[in-house]
């Protein structure tokens, strides 16, 4: 499957971004979906999951509450909605797909990733 990421930029803190991932090739709705993200200088990080069928959620703490992830089967495409941002949310963010009913928090459990998408906050 082939993952395409969109929807970065620069904002400001407070302000909302949505980040989108259209995927292609193989049956989008057998892949849970993961968000991750990678500031400068830092390891990739999980940032949220959703399952591939019953809408299941995964959010890491430091996102929780601000982030919402959500799926459309019949588009072929993931979202995240990014609201209230901070400066420490600036990374390079990219989706991921997982051969497996649930998202986890792991980058290795991911089978297909996207080329990412900038998100720059100023403060």
């Known amino acids: 499957v082939q993952l395409q990421a969109c929807g970065g930029g620069l904002v400001q803190a407070g302000d909302s971004l949505r980040l989108s991932c259209a995927a292609s090739?193989?049956?989008?709705?057998?892949?849970?979906m993961g968000w991750f993200r990678q500031a400068p200088g830092k390891e990739r990080e999980f940032v949220a999951a959703i399952a591939r069928s019953d809408g299941r959620t995964y959010y890491a703490d430091s996102v929780k509450g601000r982030f919402t992830i959500s799926r459309d089967n019949a588009k072929n495409t993931v979202y995240l909605q990014m609201n209230n941002l901070k400066p420490e949310d600036t990374a390079v963010y990219y989706c991921?797909?997982?051969?497996?009913?649930?998202?986890?928090?792991?980058?290795?459990?991911?089978?297909?990733w996207g080329q990412g998408t900038l998100v720059t906050v100023s403060s």
């Open positions: 991921a797909a997982d051969n497996a009913p649930y998202g986890s928090r792991w980058p290795q459990s991911y089978n297909y």
């Open positions: 090739g193989r049956t989008f709705s057998s892949y849970a």
